[in-house]
C-alpha cells in the first residue's frame, strides 16, 4: 500500500510539472515581440502639462455638456407630450402616444450614457485637483448629478398628476426610475483619478504605452502588453501629454513589490555585514 501511495504521489508531480510547463510554454506564445517607437517630450514643468491635458479633454467635455443639454430637451418633449401640451396626428391617442413618451425616455437615456461616459473620459485626460473634495466629488460625479436632472423631473411631474390614468401613470413612473438607475449606474466614475496622482505619476523616465487606452506602463514585459506589437516609449510626461494619464495598477504593484523585495533583502545582509566587521576588528 505505502509503495502504491508512494507511487501515486510521484505520478501526480509529474502530472503538475508537466501542466505547469505546457502552461509556461502557453504564455511565452501569447506574448509578442515588442516594436518601439520612441516619443520626445514635449513639455518641461506642470503648467505646460496641465495646460496640453486641458486641451486634450477639452472635445470631450464639450461633446458631454451638448449630449445633456440634448437629453434634458428630449426629457422636456416627453413631458409635453405625455401631458398632451405637444400633439402629432399619432400621439393623440394610443398606442402612438405612449410609444412617443417613451422614444423620447429612450432617447434622453442613450445621451446621458454617452455624455456620462465621454465626461468620464475627459476626467482622466484632465483630472480636477483633489485639494477641495467638495469640488473633486462634483467634478467627478456630475454625469449622476445630470441624470437625476434628466429623469426625476419627469418622474415627479408624473406621479402628482392626478389628470393621467393610473396604468399610464405606474407605466410611465416605472420607467424613468429604471432610466435614473440606468443612467446613473452608467455615469459613475469607479477609478477616479486626481491631478495630484497624475502629476506625481510624471517623473518616470521610461515607460511604454499603445496607441488605445487612457494608462501606461513601467515594464515592457507587462501581462497587459503581451499581445500589443507596436509600443510607443518616452517618459511619464510625456506619456501623460499623449492622453495616458495613469500608471497601470499591475505594473504599479510589481514596482511595489520588487521595492519591498529588494528592501528585505538589504535588510537581510545588514547582520551578516555588521559581524564580518565586527571579526575583522582585532
Known amino acids: 500500500m505505502a509503495k502504491t501511495s ?15 510547463a505546457t502552461a509556461k510554454k502557453a504564455a511565452e506564445k501569447t506574448k509578442v515581440q515588442h516594436t ?16 496640453i491635458t486641458r486641451a486634450n479633454a477639452r472635445p470631450y467635455r464639450i461633446a458631454a455638456i451638448v449630449l445633456w443639454a440634448v437629453a434634458i430637451v428630449f ?3 416627453a413631458i409635453l407630450i405625455f401631458f398632451h401640451k405637444i400633439e402629432f396626428k399619432f400621439t393623440t391617442e394610443n398606442p402612438g402616444w405612449t410609444i412617443a413618451w ?15 461616459r465621454l465626461w468620464v473620459k475627459s476626467n482622466h485626460l484632465d483630472p480636477a485637483s483633489a485639494a477641495n473634495k467638495t469640488k473633486f466629488w462634483i467634478h467627478n460625479n456630475l454625469g449622476v448629478i ?16 392626478k389628470e393621467a390614468d393610473k396604468k399610464s401613470k405606474t407605466i410611465a413612473a416605472i420607467a424613468g426610475a429604471v432610466a435614473l438607475v440606468v443612467a ?34 513601467a515594464y515592457d514585459d507587462c501581462s497587459h502588453l503581451n499581445h500589443t506589437v507596436e509600443l510607443l516609449t ?28 529588494g528592501g528585505a533583502a538589504a535588510d537581510s545582509q545588514e547582520p551578516e555585514q555588521t559581524q564580518d566587521t565586527t571579526a575583522a576588528t582585532p
Open 6 to 20: 508512494k507511487n501515486e504521489g510521484a505520478s501526480e508531480a509529474a502530472r503538475r510539472a508537466l501542466e505547469a
Open 36 to 51: 518601439y517607437t520612441q516619443v520626445g517630450q514635449q513639455s518641461t514643468n506642470k503648467e505646460e502639462l496641465l495646460a
Open 75 to 77: 426629457e422636456l418633449l
Open 102 to 116: 417613451l422614444v423620447l425616455l429612450v432617447l434622453d437615456l442613450a445621451c446621458v450614457i454617452v455624455a456620462s
Open 146 to 161: 445630470l441624470s437625476v436632472f434628466a429623469f426625476l423631473p419627469f418622474i415627479i411631474l408624473i406621479l402628482t398628476n
Open 184 to 217: 446613473g449606474l452608467s455615469s459613475v466614475d469607479y477609478n477616479p483619478i486626481s491631478q495630484e496622482e497624475m502629476l506625481e505619476a510624471a517623473d518616470i523616465d521610461t515607460v511604454f504605452w499603445t496607441a488605445s487606452g487612457t494608462v501606461f506602463h
Open 234 to 261: 518616452g517618459t511619464s510626461t510625456t506619456a501623460i501629454e499623449a492622453g495616458k494619464t495613469r500608471l497601470c495598477k499591475t505594473c504599479e504593484a510589481r514596482a511595489l513589490r520588487e521595492a519591498e523585495e
